[in-house]
């Protein structure tokens, strides 16, 4: 029914909501720790970033089982080969990494600057994809960049009295392992066209590794506040929603329009990620957020814009378009 569903819809609709919902993340996030106690019926420090990462990503896997069944998700695990397995692997390790150190880093920034610096995912990926892909970066192309990079500056340096924050740094760090899933993405996991094994394996092995690298820091009991009150009700929303349904809207879009129109309409994620941190965290940017989200933006329209834009197959585009989901 969801396949049928999204296959009949507008692609552009569908695009655009996926980025939406993608750039929701990060202020939702910011919003549940904020409200951690009333949703936890009390409970002081429900809302840690073992717990939502854990559930979150738990909740996520278990929807797609709901949805499809067990059986077909097994025998399409079965049918994967050895390559295709170390790739998904991988990639749901690096998944809990990028997802913990954007959460940690929320603790010490804003939703504004999250969401601003996670446009150097893409930067980072292009220059490791001329290295590594042999891909040729354009003049304009390389204009773009500088334009991001001079915004990330103004945001990390003159925004702290050009001392670095911590909360930056990490969010930085997770352009990093940005970079890094989505190289994975193109060369491991491109040859997967089953989405439900893709969204399923992700999530499953994000929560697995976040249950045995926290049990063994901190021990089981760390989770026990994990189950609290209405936070696995939240969860399950937010991980159907924000994580599931936002990625098998962005796979169905990327079949059918070119990269070209993903490209021209993936520009909206930051400011998507600016207006909800207005809205739910009451963020009001700076004139320094200001300054650098229109130089950023003004990057990612040159970018976008350039030739290049035009040979670039919809796979790979789809890798470069990602960062909004996972990094922004």
Partial sequence: MLQSALSHANPKLLLVTSRALAALRPSLIAFLIANATRLSGGMKTPISFCNVLFVGNLCAALAVVMWFGLKPIIQDLRSLDTKTWIGLSINGCLAALLSTLIFLGLRDTTVT????????????????????????????????????????????????????????????????????????????????HNLRVIVFSRNFISSVVFLIVVSILFGPSHFSEAFSGQLWIAMSIYAVIIIVLAQFMWYFALEKLDSKTIGKWTVLSPVFGVTFAFILNGERPSWVQVIAF?????????????????????????????SSSMAS
């Fill in 113 to 192: 600057n999250a969401v601003l610096l996670g446009r150097f995912g893409p930067v980072i990926y292009a220059l490791i994809g001329a290295i590594v892909l042999k891909k040729k970066i354009l003049k304009w192309e390389w204009v773009g960049f500088s334009f991001i990079i001079i915004g990330i500056l103004a945001i990390v340096l003159i925004s702290n009295n050009f001392q670095i924050n911590q909360g930056d740094l990490l969010i930085l760090g997770s352009t990093l392992c940005y970079a890094a899933t989505s190289l994975i993405g193109k060369l491991m996991l491109s040859k997967s």
């Fill in 294 to 322: 229109t130089i950023i933006m003004s990057g990612v329209l040159i970018t976008n814009l350039s030739k290049q834009i035009k040979s670039l197959p919809t796979a790979e585009m789809a890798v470069a378009g990602e």
